[in-house]
């Protein structure tokens, strides 16, 4: 009997899943069938099957990390090293007949795209350089291995008193995506991007030699590095900035009503260095209305001042940008957040994909009984899609990011509304220094300088989710779109974040980011006919907006 009960629980939820996550019946007929199909069935499937392995997948992650603090391996990082020097060996042995590139399939990394041009090419196997190898605290750095995930990183640092000096949000994200690719937080409009927090990067270059790099001993390399992907060798290890920290954040709410408003109060808050806040960002809910999110580190509230404690990321709590949107109405207010419950404040809702894909995923009695599982993994969202799906999700679905200088927010805001209509927007204030001939990937125009500094505020701007237009059953032009977002960015010396899908030829691509230090490098350790441009790594799959 209990057997009989429980089975038609499940069914009874296995039904509601289909018909309360469906959006099928809003898709044009345009799409495949293949991907309307996907559509319908997408949520239970996420449900029941993709968050469960996701909850499996972070506790075997806390188990391995659990019995190392316990074993006593003898593999050093010198030996994990070894096997990439190794396979390099072999390829040089072999003639170098084939381009090489990591084994890591594309489904693993944070970009959107699915399928790779590696199928050629010889994979360098490095899932094993997953540890983290130093704390030094005289020095306030953390050394660690490519693999090692922010979460993971939080879990060892915070009880210590410790973050990064930019710890990204996401908790899958790993150490070497974010510094060879970009990263960022709600400090960087006072640190700037991950990469100014990096002292040194180690890497294995197509020769086996292992080199180590900061901005003295070679600081064309050093500046060439970040965003660069990969394109100039392999990172085997990367030391990072410290930061001292407080067990709490002090966030305060400040909701603006006009684009101008935002705009104008962005500008202060990330130029003035009087007032500006330890952590800064925004949230959009329409093309008027917003939330400021300002934040400072504090000890532990006291007396009266105890009630305003918030752990937002329980599993059973509202998401945080839905218990953000709430300051719309309240008006300006403070509250005390727990500083792990921050550092990751979006990991649960991925930012606000999660209710795209599950609608009902931040009602109560599902946050309740399910939200303890925790979020999908990205990468398996990925392994589930096909050719198919792939492709028809890039003319029904926006991942876009403008990194557009902060005087433009007004401009960008009401470009977004028409080009995607998809709310929230997020906002992070950026610092980019002008390095002039070591500015790197990044390589500022002057007009976008604060007077008398060497930095320039821009402002990330992304957009997640579905479009107005496809919500409505009608046809969203993405490759018309995006491409004029990408012109109108190049136009005012803004950037795209490219693990996003572009739209963009290779010629408008290497007009937008300056590849003079990455070609220089690539040229120099004689990677240029072996490893890939960024440009050909990054670029969507052939035949996908073709």
């Known amino acids: 009997m209990i057997g009989l009960i429980l089975f038609t629980i499940f069914a009874c939820f296995f039904i509601f899943c289909i018909i309360a996550g469906s959006d099928a019946k809003t898709l044009s007929k345009d799409f495949p069938w293949q991907f309307r199909m996907a559509a319908r069935f997408r949520t239970p499937v996420l449900v029941f099957i993709v968050i469960p392995l996701s909850f499996c997948i972070k506790l075997g992650r806390s188990i391995r990390d659990f019995v190392r603090s316990y074993s006593n ?44 041009n590696k199928g ?6 490095t899932s094993h350089l997953n540890h ?15 693999g090692v995930t922010m979460g993971e990183i939080t879990e060892l640092l915070l009880p210590q008193g410790l973050a990064l000096l930019v710890q990204v949000e996401m908790e899958s994200i ?76 002090r966030v305060t709410y400040i909701p603006t009503y006009s684009a101008k408003e935002l ?17 800064l960002e ?3 809910y329409s093309k008027n209305k917003a939330v400021i999110q300002c934040g400072n580190f504090v000890d532990e509230p006291k007396g009266s001042e105890a009630q305003k404690i918030n752990g937002i990321n329980y599993w059973f709590k509202p998401f945080y940008y839905k218990w953000v949107e709430t300051f719309l109405e309240k008006g300006e207010s403070y ?13 649960r809702s991925i930012f606000w994909e999660i209710e795209d894909m599950i609608p009902f995923s931040n009602n109560p009695f599902y946050r309740f009984f399910w939200g303890w599982l925790g979020p999908p993994e990205v990468s398996l969202l990925k392994l589930f899609q096909g050719p198919v799906i792939r492709k028809s999700a890039i003319y029904a679905h926006v991942v876009q990011e403008s990194i557009v200088p902060v005087r433009k927010i007004e401009t960008c805001v009401e470009k977004f509304d028409q080009w995607y209509g998809v709310y929230p927007l997020l906002l992070f204030p950026l610092r980019i220094y002008d390095r002039k001939e070591l500015s790197g990937f990044l390589n500022p125009h002057s007009k976008n300088i604060e007077p008398g500094k060497n930095w320039g505020i821009w402002v990330d701007i992304g957009a997640y989710g579905t479009p107005r237009l496809v919500k409505q059953g009608k046809k969203w032009d993405a490759k018309k779109v995006i491409r004029e977002m990408e012109d109108w960015t190049r136009e005012i010396g803004g950037f795209q974040a490219f693990y996003t899908d572009l739209f963009q030829t290779k010629k408008e691509f290497r007009d937008m980011f300056d590849h003079s230090l990455s070609d220089k490098c690539r040229e120099r350790f004689g990677v240029t006919t072996f490893l890939p441009e960024i440009y050909d790594k990054v670029k969507p799959e052939a035949g996908l907006i073709d």
């Open 174 to 249: 790993t150490l070497g995506g974010v510094a060879m690719g970009f990263g960022m937080e709600t400090n960087s409009h006072r640190v700037g991007f991950f990469q100014e927090s990096v002292v040194e990067y180690e890497l294995v270059t197509c020769d086996g030699e292992v080199k180590r790099v900061d901005a003295k001993n070679d600081p064309e390399l050093f500046y060439a590095l970040p965003w660069s992907c990969g394109t100039i060798g392999f990172l085997t290890s990367v030391t990072v900035k410290l930061a001292e920290i407080k067990p709490f954040v």
């Open 335 to 347: 509250e005390y957040i727990p500083i792990k419950h921050y550092y990751h404040r979006f990991t």
């Open 120 to 125: 050629s090419c010889f994979g360098i196997k």
């Open 282 to 284: 925004a949230t959009a």
């Open 132 to 146: 983290i190898l130093q704390i030094d605290r005289t020095k306030m750095t953390l050394t660690g291995e490519p």
């Open 263 to 279: 705009t104008q109060k962005m500008v202060e808050l990330s130029t003035n260095e009087k007032v500006s806040p330890a952590f």
């Open 73 to 116: 391996s003898n593999e050093s990082h010198v030996d994990r090293v070894a096997k990439i020097q190794q396979q390099l060996k072999e390829w040089n042995a072999g003639g170098r007949k084939q381009k090489f590139r990591t084994a890591r399939p594309n489904w693993a990394s944070m970009s959107t795209k699915l399928g790779s």
